[in-house]
């Protein structure tokens, strides 16, 4: 009953919020448009129809009955992808890092999670993957068929932390039943740990080689330079964090195809900045403080060495954490000023690379005919202040249009 009484008041959270029914013919007016494949338009329209765009280009005669959005004077984008980011982690009423037996009722962190998932897509990220909960599933749900508004979710469930092989067999499967879209696994420990290898090369290819069989890709939570080999070489698809990889791992990651995926400054800073709140708690103590901090300038020359690196795919995941969600675009920023990549082709990484890691490459990261009308605007021009990603303005998912500071 406790769990019906908590659906009904994620509804009527739903309910209450002021995203427009889908319209089923919209029409939005351009005059600074990036495709979100490194393309720039200057004054096109979009045409929406029910939900997916039908027409990019110069303006034409507005179909009768259609909805005119008008975002000229703002820069239009596809929605941003964070391919990492924990919606149900958040701060309970203590100001703490919520944990399991704390006093809040599934009930209260649930709703903490939508709240997270709302403040996500306000920032314009229509996607996220969640390396996981098992409380994902109900919010990627609602979201996708309730009318909760948030970001499209995918979601591991639990991770996979240890195990015999054939037991990592057995709970890949048990994933895929239980409605997992991927599957996420601890190689190595936490960088509070010092990141460590953590998984033998056994256990990487037998979870790695059945989720494969089952048709689910692997994200894997790897900082040292041997367990990410040890990944790489185990067949998994993407790869998480690498703090301390080498250009050997960059090399082999290029050349077995497999993601990276770098963060910049966003969850760092976020720990420290609120250290008060995480205290603690398991291994947030001086020492793993202490540990984000040396991390920070680390990250920054790993993605410096992972651009310069021939054929890496690298996508765009900010690991956010509770004090971090609604500032996801953050790491672009980390990227651009301090790692030295250029803003299309962070915008590049943020959408079309996130969806193509996803296996979404032909429903979202891009405008253009065909895809999900995932559209975001920014005031100001990220191409030449970066800092514009912190404006959104304009945020449609799916055809739905669920901010706009305009005034139409």
Known sequence: MRRLIGFAALFAFAAATPAAAQDATVVIHTSKLLDGKGATMSNA????????????????????GAREIDLRGRTVLPGLIDVHSHLTWYFNRKDRYHTRGDGDTPIESILAAAANAYSTLMAG???????????????RDWIATQGLPGPR???????????????????????????????????????RDGGKQSMTDEQLLAACGEAKAQGLRTLVHAHSAESVRATVNAGCTQVEHGIFVTQAELDLMAQKNVYFDPQCSLVFHNYLDNRAKYDGIGNYNAEGFAAMERAIPLAAADIRKALATKGLKITYGTDAVAGAHGRNAEDLICRVKDAGES????????TSVSAESLRLGDKIGAIAPGMEADIIATDGDPMTDI??????????????????????
């Open 387 to 408: 800092t514009a990603v912190r404006r959104v303005s304009f945020v449609m998912k799916g055809g739905k249009v669920f901010r706009n500071d305009g005034k139409n």
């Open 45 to 64: 329209d979009i045409v929406v129809v029910n939900g997916r765009i039908t027409r990019v280009g110069p303006a034409a005669a507005v179909p009768k």
């Open 125 to 139: 990220f229509t996607t996220v993957q969640s390396p996981g909960s098992p409380e994902d599933a109900d919010l």
């Open 343 to 350: 803003p299309m082709h962070a915008i590049v990484s943020a």
């Open 153 to 191: 979710i995918l979601t591991s469930l639990n991770a996979l932390t240890h195990g015999s092989p054939d037991t990592l067999r057995m709970l890949v499967r048990q994933r895929k039943q239980e409605g997992a879209d991927l599957i996420k696994i601890f190689a190595s420990a936490s960088i």
